[in-house]
């Protein structure tokens, strides 16, 4: 009888316990708005870099289709966009990066960069 009640006791705690560990999204809980620094979003400041973090270890160097460049990313930069910002929704494929996608303020700098009308 001792035997079940600190089987039981110590299950209700272990549950208790990972039911506690799990990540909250800040803005979803408590309505707070992500805080963007860049305004600007041009190709060469905030964009190249975000490309080279995220896109060109498997589009870049020749591979299809190219990141690296402002000449190939201005060429497919519809496509590109669409593909960041609406992932899955986008009729051209999946969302990039496939792994998980970018984080709030990257993916704003690429709507930023399309409504700028595509800054270099």
Not at 53 to 73: I, M, Q, R, Y
Not at 83 to 111: H, K, L, W, Y
Request: net charge negative.
């Amino acid at each position: 009888m001792k035997t079940a009640f600190t089987t039981s006791l110590l299950l209700l705690t272990v549950m208790v316990a990972f039911h506690s560990c799990y990540y909250d999204n800040e803005a979803y809980l408590y309505g707070t708005q992500v805080s963007c620094t860049d305004t600007t979003s041009a190709y060469t400041t905030r964009l190249a870099p975000i490309l080279n973090n995220n896109c060109v270890s498997c589009h870049g160097a020749g591979e299809f289709p190219d990141l690296s460049s402002f000449t190939d990313v201005n060429t497919l930069k519809e496509e590109i966009v669409c593909r960041v910002v609406e992932g899955n929704s986008c009729s051209s494929g999946a969302i990039m990066p496939p792994s998980a996608g970018m984080n709030v303020c990257d993916v704003q700098a690429f709507t930023l960069w399309q409504q700028n009308g595509y800054r270099e």
